[in-house]
């Protein structure tokens, strides 16, 4: 958490320092043309996906803190996994005045409307942690994905006996370029393993809106196939706490990889 925490922080710093520059640089000439006096601070629109889940609770914390300290204030919608809502929410900020907008999409497909919505208002845009598809951005500020996907795996395989086994694998949203990194680096670690025999993948799917209800599905489907597995590779961890709310039908040992919650029992 503390790594996180400090990682996070160094991310959302950066994007509010470019930000503010790109806004403060913007709005020069309206501001150019009043009359002296206290000038109104910058107002950050944050349109979230969700914050259904703890991470982007703190990350909305983080963001909100971190742009006080720098003079700024924000304003904050959350979509509840609904494309439509989030460009509501998008307008709705644009209709409001805000200086400079900061989308984590849905849908980075869907959302590309909402960005071009911001081009025509003269509003810049930063797509943080999830990439928006086919738009023009001012900044896509993220991490490395396809690294993550690589230590979610390793940590798998390295908890394997033998890092040998049946694995169940339970990928992101399909909508979220994120989930396809994710999978592309775990991929990396797994593939030469499952050519040469050593995991067998017995079940994966792909658990929309991120839903851990959704992951909790497909777990149902893993147990219900009868086939045994060892471990299951999941990529958040809401995804994995779904999956450990399956029926209580587990191998004696599991663990979801994500987060280290799977337990020897």
């Not at 509501?88 to 849905?106: E, F, G, R, W, Y």
Request: charged share 20%; hydrophobic share 45%; with cysteine.
């Amino acid at each position: 958490m503390v790594k996180y925490s400090a990682s996070l922080l160094v991310v959302v710093s950066l994007g509010l320092s470019i930000l503010i520059g790109v806004a403060v640089s913007r709005r020069g000439a309206l501001s150019a043309g009043r009359a002296a006096g206290e000038p109104r601070p910058l107002v950050i629109g944050l349109s979230l996906d969700t914050l259904k889940e703890a991470r982007w609770q703190r990350d909305r914390d983080y963001f909100t803190a971190r742009a006080n300290a720098l003079g700024a204030r924000v304003s904050v919608q959350s979509a509840n996994s609904d494309d439509t809502r989030q460009i509501q929410d998008v307008k709705a900020l644009l209709a409001n005045k805000v200086d400079a907008l900061v989308i984590v999409p849905h849908n980075g497909a869907a959302m590309a409307a909402g960005v071009r919505e911001a081009q025509r208002a003269g509003v810049p845009v930063i797509a943080y942690d999830r990439l928006i598809e086919e738009c023009d951005l001012d900044l896509y500020l993220s991490f490395d994905n396809v690294r993550v996907g690589e230590l979610q795996a390793r940590y798998l395989v390295a908890h394997l006996p033998g890092g040998r086994g049946n694995i169940v694998r339970i990928y992101g949203a399909p909508t979220d370029h994120n989930a396809a990194l994710f999978k592309e680096g775990q991929d990396l670690v797994l593939q030469p393993l499952i050519a040469r025999g050593d995991i067998t993948v017995v079940h994966e799917d792909w658990a929309a809106d991120w839903d851990p209800a959704n992951a909790k599905k497909i777990m149902n489907a893993a147990l219900t196939k009868g086939a045994a597995f060892d471990a299951v590779l999941v990529s958040n961890d809401g995804t994995a706490g779904g999956a450990i709310q399956a029926p209580a039908r587990m191998p004696r040992w599991w663990r979801a990889s994500g987060s280290p919650t799977g337990r020897r029992r």
